[in-house]
């Protein structure tokens, strides 16, 4: 069976309760049409990496979606699919997804509880990742090296020959008898 791609012709089924899109090549450009009665969501295993929109689209689409389940996505970070994300990461998925889609009672693999409900009313609003958007500039390699190899060094100094290292001795020398560290010794102990 072929992964799907697109949604063409999904919006003859306006009637439609449940819709398990899972192990497909499902995008950000995902767009569902006015589905009303749908409550059970599945997007497991496709390629979503922004959720943001993905959430925004979902409210208006589908206002009665009860069930949703990104998980394999890389907008959902699991420590399973991403190794350095961890319950933290997902957690605050957690909640800005709810603070989006207020409806939602089972989201993934848990059941949605009435704490994680109070907590996204609070602060899932600040939930929200924010990734660094590529310039113009650092996509065509003016100085900067490619993104997720920082170097704090200048563009000079990087390469391996042309390193200038500085080597000193520096020897500590305690003085005086006004200095922190004798405040906790008595005469009896020197």
């Known amino acids: 069976m072929d992964a799907i791609w697109s949604l063409e012709g999904l919006e003859t089924f ?42 925004d689209h979902l409210a208006e689409a589908v206002p009665s979606l009860e069930y949703l389940s990104l998980l394999g996505n890389t907008a959902c970070p699991n420590e399973l699919v991403c190794k350095d994300k961890d ?6 998925y957690r909640y800005f ?12 693999s848990r ?12 602060r899932g609003a600040f939930m929200k990742v924010v990734k660094p958007k590529e310039t113009k500039a650092s996509a065509k390699g003016s100085n900067m090296p490619p993104q997720g190899q920082y170097t704090p060094l200048p ?36």
């Open 97 to 108: 997804v709810l603070h989006k889609l207020t409806n939602l009672k089972f989201l993934d």
């Open 111 to 122: 059941k949605v509880s009435r704490s994680e409900h109070e907590e996204a009313i609070l």
């Open 14 to 55: 306006s009637g439609l309760e449940e819709l398990i899109l899972d192990n497909n090549l499902l995008g950000n450009d995902l767009r569902l049409p006015g589905l009303p009665h749908l409550h059970t969501l599945m997007l497991n295993k496709n390629q979503i990496t922004e959720l943001e929109s993905l959430l």
């Open 155 to 190: 563009s000079g100094s990087r390469e391996l020959t042309s390193h200038r290292g500085v080597l000193g001795k520096c020897r500590y020398v305690y003085y005086g008898k006004h200095s922190e560290g004798n405040r906790f010794i008595r005469d009896d102990q020197l």
């Open 87 to 92: 319950e933290g990461d997902y957690q605050r």
